[in-house]
Each structure stands twice: as C-alpha cells, then as structure tokens.
C-alpha cells in the first residue's frame, strides 16, 4: 500500500493553497482529485472575481486556478493524481481507496485534509426532473469548459452573485435569458452584476419563484408566479415562459461525505450551508489528524477558501513537527487575521454567526 505524510483531496483553491503552504515546510503532499486539471470550480469561472480582497477580486478565475497549477507542477514536494476520485475513507485504519486511471489504490496518509467543496442545491417543483433543469455550476462547465450552449432561452432561478454571473454568461454566449427570479424581497448579489444583466434588457422578478416546468420529453416552458409573505405562490400572478432550460442557482452545500466516515462529529449550522464538520482553529475536525478547508467546511468564497487552505496546510506541516512552536504562531496569527478581514464585509454577517455557533459546539465539546 502507498503511504504519504499528507494527502489532500480536492485540488480547489482550498486543496491547492493547503498542498503548497504544506510543501513549501518540508511536507510531502499527495493531491487527489477527480478531474484532470488542477483549479476545482475556478478552471470555469471565466469572469473577474467578486470579493474586495485585493489577491483576487478583479482577476478572472480561471487565470487565478492556472497560477495554482503552475505552482503545483513545479513543487517537486506535490505529487497530483488527477482523474483520481476518492471513492471511501476507511475510519478504523487511516486508510483512502482511490479510483485512478491505472485502478483501484489504497493510500494511507499521515495526515488528511478533505477539501472537496461542495454541491449544489435542488428545490421542489413539479417537472424538476425534466432534461434541461441543470444546476448553474453544471451550466459553467458545459459553457465555460466544453464550449457547449445548454440551449436556446433559459430561465434562471437565483439573483445571488452566481445566478447573475451565470446569466450573464449565458447572455454572452448567445442564450436568451427569459428572465431571472427571486424567492426573497431583494436582489441577493452584488449590484453591479445586477446592473449588467437589466442593461441587457433581462428581467429580475423579486418575490417570485417557480410554479411548474413542462415537457414531455424535456424541459418546453416554465410558469413563474408571485410569492406572499408566506412564500406560497399567489394564483392569478402566473406567467407562462418559452424556455428550455431552467438553471437553479438556489445555494449549495458542503461535500463532506469523507468526513461522516472519517467519524468527524458534524452539527447542522443553516449559516454555513448545512451540516458541516465541527472544526477548531486550526481547520481539524474532532478526528485528530483529519482536516477541512474550503467550501466542505463552510460555502464561501475562493478567496477565503484559499485561505483556509494555507491554514490547514501550516498546522498539518506543525503537527508533523516540521515548522517551530514560534514560526507557527507568528504565521498561524496571520492567516486568523486575514480570515477576519476577508469576513468582515457586509456580505459576511451570516456566516461568522454560523461561524460562532461553532466555536459554541467545539467549546462546549472540551469542556465536557
Ligand atoms: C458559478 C460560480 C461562480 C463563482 N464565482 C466566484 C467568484 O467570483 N468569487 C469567489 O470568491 N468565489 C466564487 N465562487 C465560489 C468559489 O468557486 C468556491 O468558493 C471555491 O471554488 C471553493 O473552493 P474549494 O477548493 O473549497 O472547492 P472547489 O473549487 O469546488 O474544489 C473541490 C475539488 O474537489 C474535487 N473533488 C470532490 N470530490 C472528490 C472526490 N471524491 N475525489 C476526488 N476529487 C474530488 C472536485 O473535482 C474539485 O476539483 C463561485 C462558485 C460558483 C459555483
């Protein structure tokens, strides 16, 4: 059986930046992922970033994800394994089984870090299971990865920063984007990507939801209506669109599987995008040697995901007892920092509540 000081699985952002952060202290890292290339949801994400952190707001992903490779495949410490999925962690003996293009591998690890990111949420509606109701991450990749048109007129569930960037990518694209609607009051993302997709003549309906897709085959049309103060759908207000995709942009939620075989205690915090694992400040989870980053500990951003990589990578690298006592907390301070000041913007509040109720259970756990 192979073995490794680390092994990482998800080479996002978050996977990424934990893999050079260890490496660059003496660790020797084996990263995991599934796909070939290296970059996790920014290899599609061919806009400019939202956020205000100055590494990476204003640069396109994709550019972002190709400098993550580059250092990677220069790092004679990072072996990557791409086209390699994960399939099961066994918890009694530490142990990874891989589907690679050469077969089935068990490796085991000194350490693990599951940075797997996360999936995207589904909502109920009669005809969701009709070919042509994608996810909008799905819609990036068939676009922004296979240069695939999903189809011809879309409707587009969601006016958070990803439903807009993606509506406005399928508008680029030459896809009609029928409209653009929203279950709450406001527009959830940012203004300036709200503005680009009105000055493109799409509508944004506020309180407005999905009634129903129809099809025989697939998806043919949709009917929206108005939402009361109950969130129930108000009869007389349904519209009927010509659409042959709805793309959902409703939310996403952290993939931590890995994690719930690990053993990793896990808790229910809505704020941070549904069960998660309970984790401390130095990204482990209540097994010791096992950690998170990223998206599979909490839906964020790349930015802060990258800098909950950089982290978990420096305590893995102290737990190995390769950097000093003084190093790691001079170091260890500043990553904390810096994940401060990516949170305290004004899109940030839920998440350090949800933050908080985690500390509460990590707290309450040690004092038991
Ligand atoms: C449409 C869209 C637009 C976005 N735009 C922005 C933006 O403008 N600015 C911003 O800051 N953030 C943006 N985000 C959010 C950002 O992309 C994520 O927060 C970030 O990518 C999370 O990084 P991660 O490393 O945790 O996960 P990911 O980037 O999702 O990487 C996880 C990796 O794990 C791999 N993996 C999962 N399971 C397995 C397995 N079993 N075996 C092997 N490999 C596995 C996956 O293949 C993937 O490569 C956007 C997200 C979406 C969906």
Aim: charged share 20%.
């Amino acid at each position: 059986m192979k073995t490794t000081e680390l092994a990482i699985v998800g080479a996002g952002p978050a996977g990424v930046c934990a893999a050079l952060e260890a490496a660059s202290c003496g660790v020797k890292v084996t990263l995991i992922d599934r796909e070939e290339q290296i970059g996790g949801q920014l290899v599609k994400q061919t806009h400019k970033f939202f956020g205000w952190h100055e590494k990476s707001a204003g640069t396109r992903g994709i550019v972002i994800s190709g400098d993550l490779a580059d250092q990677v495949k220069a790092n004679p410490d990072i072996c990557f394994m791409g086209s390699a999925e994960a399939l099961g962690y066994f918890q009694d003996d530490g142990v990874l089984l891989l589907e690679t293009p050469v077969g089935i591998q068990k490796l085991k690890p000194e350490r693990l870090l599951i940075a797997t990111g996360a999936s995207e949420k589904m909502i109920l509606f009669p005809g969701n299971d009709l070919p042509g109701v994608y996810g909008a991450g799905a819609v990036q990749t068939l676009m922004n990865v296979h240069g695939v048109r999903p189809g011809k007129s879309v409707l587009m569930i969601g006016s958070g920063n990803i439903g807009l960037i993606v509506s406005y990518q399928l508008a680029q694209a030459g896809v009609k984007v029928a409209a653009v609607v929203e279950a709450l009051p406001n527009i959830g993302g940012y203004a300036v990507h709200a503005s680009k997709i009105r000055r493109l003549g799409i509508p944004i309906y506020t309180r407005h939801s999905i009634k129903e897709a129809y099809g025989t085959a697939c998806v043919e049309g949709a009917i929206i209506w108005q939402l009361d103060d109950n969130w129930q759908g108000i009869a007389g207000t349904e519209k009927q669109l010509d659409v042959d995709v709805i793309c959902l942009a409703t939310g996403l939620t952290p993939l931590c599987e890995f994690l719930w075989q690990a053993g990793a205690e896990m808790a229910y915090i809505p704020e941070l995008g549904g069960f998660v694992p309970l984790y401390d400040e130095n990204m482990e989870t209540t097994v010791e040697g096992v950690y998170v980053a990223g998206d599979a500990a909490c839906i964020e951003e790349a930015s802060t995901a990258m800098a909950e990589g950089r982290l978990a990578g420096l305590a893995i690298a102290y737990s190995l007892g390769k950097v000093p006592a003084d190093e790691f907390s001079r170091k260890r301070a500043e990553s904390l920092k810096e994940l401060d000041e990516l949170r305290a913007g004004p899109t940030s509040g839920a998440i350090v509540k949800g933050l908080a109720v985690m500390k509460e259970q990590m707290r309450k756990r040690v004092s038991q």
